[in-house]
């Protein structure tokens, strides 16, 4: 699918860090825009050859980072460390940018999940180019499995055979933005705001026991026009969101008065779970359900304290429903809280990219590293050595998570022990799937949450699913792609969730009679899309790491990006105390200092 960005859709939107429309039509950069060229100004980029020894050689060969992975966390850190005048190389063995953040198509993505299911051996090079090696010691990469029960089905093979490029699958989906939360923020102080274009989710609904979907209300016209509460409930939510917002007003202008703190929520029930101040306030559990699971996001069964893994506290409920109501009404072309990026999450690894590529980054896509050079002597890390046999060398060095040092020394088993002995944070079953019609008839892109115990009495997480239509280019038009996860504690836990819901939304066809209809109508004359391709795996939730070797981490189990951001952050400042992570810049390129959405027309 060629993406042309000088010819933006009248419904799309720019993040911009001026009041004016951006003006689109600068040349993206073939590499990161159109993965199958190779070629640009943009970038300082180098494709490099299908065979070692065609590489060209890298010139420089020293830096004072280098990068291997294109994921968002090291897009950010790239760009960042550029930004505050840092050399940095960032090398990618993949032929897209990305790597367990990126949008690919059907192939690429069964490619990619098949080859990372599997752990890969250390391939060792013996060639080497302009340095000498008795002065290190060579430690040989491998590549852990990150996903595992990793099942593919297409139904209707003819119907995608010929659109199967067609497509823009995030890996690390579902995902969406709220308006006004920090990754938005930062991708307009960062100036990567100027090449992306989002889209307005259109709506968000939860599903109750029953299997029925309710709407999600977000604001006060939208509580009164929903016809699906009734007028007690209304009223409830009204009172409790009047609450919660004189709350924050105080809040954020107190000064002491005395007779501010009848408006306040006390400090008992700001540290008491949130689900026990919702009962305080008297809501019924439908109305709890959705400030749950659909506003706050509550991953795990708030109603059973005892076994919950994550209990959420009323003051980080608080926090969740501001961020919520602040991202209404942020921007007059959002509809609603929640943005989605056009052409899949992929853009925003190649946004930070462009961005670090300005400040003089240097690009090389195809280029796998084989080793660590570690010095002799020291023990401590010195640089890399890649497929072309070239050793390169830096005073930092940030991986990707899929790498690992299989049998290190004991002399050296102290410096790559943060690789080998990684967090884990449990697991993410994922599901992906391409439908021939829409979950809502007359929508596209919205969000649909399951609480915990909504579809099954063992159900003890919640599972989000988020659907996105062919106008915000992620597929063909006509069809759509559905995304499912939920966190789980093994993967038969994490499939058995995944079955649950999508059995729930979608017709799953016989092999025989796969291509026979789009849709079926069930028994209580719902219609059901039928489907036409599916991926589920389970995901390891590895968190990044700080040492002489520092990582990045994986996609996370949230639907934004918070967490991943402030890990990411935290990993910049502990490599570079001093720096700023994207400190404040003004050029004729950037603009003014605040940010406005855009429509494009």
Same mark, same amino acid.
């Given at each position: 699918?060629?993406?042309?960005?000088?010819?933006?859709?009248?419904?799309?939107?720019?993040?911009?860090?001026?009041?004016?429309?951006?003006?689109?039509?600068?040349?993206?950069?073939?590499?990161?825009?159109?993965?199958?060229?190779?070629?640009?100004?943009?970038?300082?980029?180098?494709?490099?050859?299908?065979?070692?020894?065609?590489?060209?050689?890298?010139?420089?060969?020293?830096?004072?980072?280098?990068?291997?992975?294109?994921?968002?966390?090291?897009?950010?850190?790239?760009?960042?460390?550029?930004?505050?005048?840092?050399?940095?190389?960032?090398?990618?063995?993949?032929?897209?940018?990305?790597?367990?953040?990126?949008?690919?198509?059907?192939?690429?993505?069964?490619?990619?999940?098949?080859?990372?299911?599997?752990?890969?051996?250390?391939?060792?090079?013996?060639?080497?180019?302009?340095?000498?090696?008795?002065?290190?010691?060579?430690?040989?990469?491998?590549?852990?499995?990150?996903?595992?029960?990793?099942?593919?089905?297409?139904?209707?093979?003819?119907?995608?055979?010929?659109?199967?490029?067609?497509?823009?699958?995030?890996?690390?989906?579902?995902?969406?933005?709220?308006?006004?939360?920090?990754?938005?923020?930062?991708?307009?102080?960062?100036?990567?705001?100027?090449?992306?274009?989002?889209?307005?989710?259109?709506?968000?609904?939860?599903?109750?026991?029953?299997?029925?979907?309710?709407?999600?209300?977000?604001?006060?016209?939208?509580?009164?026009?929903?016809?699906?509460?009734?007028?007690?409930?209304?009223?409830?939510?009204?009172?409790?969101?009047?609450?919660?917002?004189?709350?924050?007003?105080?809040?954020?202008?107190?000064?002491?008065?005395?007779?501010?703190?009848?408006?306040?929520?006390?400090?008992?029930?700001?540290?008491?779970?949130?689900?026990?101040?919702?009962?305080?306030?008297?809501?019924?559990?439908?109305?709890?359900?959705?400030?749950?699971?659909?506003?706050? *996001?509550?991953?795990?069964?708030?109603?059973?304290?005892?076994?919950?893994?994550?209990?959420?506290?009323?003051?980080?409920?608080?926090?969740?429903?501001?961020?919520?109501?602040?991202?209404?009404?942020?921007?007059?072309?959002?509809?609603?809280?929640?943005?989605?990026?056009?052409?899949?999450?992929?853009?925003?690894?190649?946004?930070?990219?462009?961005?670090?590529?300005?400040?003089?980054?240097?690009?090389?896509?195809?280029?796998?590293?084989?080793?660590?050079?570690?010095?002799?002597?020291?023990?401590?890390?010195?640089?890399?050595?890649?497929?072309?046999?070239?050793?390169?060398?830096?005073?930092?060095?940030?991986?990707?998570?899929?790498?690992?040092?299989?049998?290190?020394?004991?002399?050296?088993?102290?410096?790559?022990?943060?690789?080998?002995?990684?967090?884990?944070?449990?697991?993410?079953?994922?599901?992906?799937?391409?439908?021939?019609?829409?979950?809502?008839?007359?929508?596209?892109?919205?969000?649909?949450?399951?609480?915990?115990?909504?579809?099954?009495?063992?159900?003890?997480?919640?599972?989000?699913?988020?659907?996105?239509?062919?106008?915000?280019?992620?597929?063909?038009?006509? *069809?759509?792609?559905?995304?499912?996860?939920?966190?789980?504690?093994?993967?038969?836990?994490?499939?058995?969730?995944?079955?649950?819901?999508?059995?729930?939304?979608?017709?799953?066809?016989?092999?025989?009679?796969?291509?026979?209809?789009?849709?079926?109508?069930?028994?209580?004359?719902?219609?059901?899309?039928?489907?036409?391709?599916?991926?589920?795996?389970?995901?390891?939730?590895?968190?990044?790491?700080?040492?002489?070797?520092?990582?990045?981490?994986?996609?996370?189990?949230?639907?934004?990006?918070?967490?991943?951001?402030?890990?990411?952050?935290?990993?910049?400042?502990?490599?570079?105390?001093?720096?700023?992570?994207?400190?404040?810049?003004?050029?004729?390129?950037?603009?003014?200092?605040?940010?406005?959405?855009?429509?494009?027309?």
């Amino acid at each position: 699918m060629d993406r042309q960005y000088s010819q933006l859709q009248p419904w799309s939107f720019r993040l911009s860090s001026s009041f004016s429309p951006v003006v689109s039509g600068a040349p993206p950069c073939p590499c990161a825009v159109n993965k199958r060229d190779s070629s640009g100004p943009w970038y300082h980029c180098r494709a490099a050859m299908s065979e070692a020894s065609s590489y060209p050689p890298i010139e420089p060969n020293t830096f004072d980072l280098i990068i291997i992975g294109t994921g968002l966390p090291g897009s950010l850190i790239a760009a960042t460390a550029s930004a505050v005048g840092k050399t940095v190389l960032h090398l990618d063995p993949n032929p897209f940018y990305g790597s367990h953040f990126a949008s690919l198509t059907i192939p690429e993505l069964t490619s990619f999940l098949n080859s990372h299911s599997t752990a890969s051996q250390p391939q060792s090079s013996t060639t080497t180019t302009n340095s000498n090696t008795s002065d290190y010691t060579i430690l040989d990469l491998a590549s852990s499995p990150l996903y595992a029960d990793v099942e593919i089905s297409s139904y209707a093979p003819e119907t995608l055979s010929e659109r199967s490029r067609s497509f823009n699958i995030d890996l690390g989906g579902p995902r969406v933005f709220f308006c006004a939360d920090k990754a938005i923020d930062l991708i307009v102080k960062s100036g990567a705001g100027q090449y992306l274009e989002f889209k307005s989710i259109d709506a968000s609904f939860v599903c109750d026991e029953n299997g029925r979907l309710w709407n999600v209300p977000d604001s006060r016209a939208a509580i009164f026009k929903d016809k699906t509460l009734g007028l007690t409930e209304k009223n409830q939510l009204m009172r409790f969101f009047k609450l919660v917002q004189q709350h924050l007003e105080v809040s954020d202008h107190d000064n002491g008065n005395e007779g501010t703190q009848d408006s306040r929520i006390s400090e008992e029930d700001l540290g008491s779970p949130f689900v026990e101040f919702l009962k305080k306030m008297r809501l019924p559990p439908k109305i709890q359900s959705i400030i749950l699971y659909a506003i706050a *996001m509550a991953d795990y069964d708030q109603n059973n304290l005892e076994v919950c893994k994550d209990v959420l506290k009323t003051k980080g409920g608080i926090d969740r429903l501001a961020l919520y109501n602040k991202s209404v009404g942020r921007f007059p072309n959002a509809s609603g809280a929640l943005i989605y990026p056009i052409y899949g999450h992929g853009e925003l690894s190649q946004a930070f990219c462009r961005r670090a590529a300005v400040k003089g980054c240097l690009y090389v896509l195809r280029m796998p590293v084989l080793s660590l050079l570690m010095g002799k002597e020291s023990g401590r890390y010195k640089g890399v050595r890649l497929a072309s046999g070239q050793d390169l060398f830096s005073d930092q060095l940030v991986l990707d998570p899929t790498f690992t040092v299989p049998s290190p020394p004991d002399s050296l088993r102290k410096s790559v022990e943060g690789l080998n002995l990684r967090d884990v944070k449990g697991k993410v079953a994922r599901g992906i799937c391409v439908i021939a019609s829409s979950l809502k008839p007359n929508m596209s892109n919205f969000l649909v949450v399951y609480p915990p115990r909504s579809l099954y009495p063992e159900q003890n997480t919640s599972i989000r699913a988020v659907q996105i239509g062919g106008g915000l280019a992620v597929c063909p038009s006509g *069809m759509f792609v559905l995304y499912f996860s939920a966190l789980c504690d093994d993967a038969e836990r994490g499939k058995n969730l995944l079955r649950a819901a999508m059995s729930a939304l979608l017709k799953i066809p016989d092999s025989e009679n796969a291509e026979s209809s789009s849709e079926v109508q069930n028994e209580n004359a719902e219609v059901k899309p039928t489907l036409l391709w599916s991926a589920t795996f389970i995901q390891e939730l590895i968190t990044g790491e700080f040492g002489y070797i520092s990582s990045t981490p994986m996609p996370d189990g949230n639907l934004h990006y918070s967490d991943l951001l402030d890990a990411t952050m935290k990993l910049f400042h502990e490599m570079y105390p001093d720096g700023e992570f994207f400190p404040e810049t003004a050029s004729p390129e950037d603009g003014e200092d605040e940010g406005e959405l855009s429509l494009e027309s």
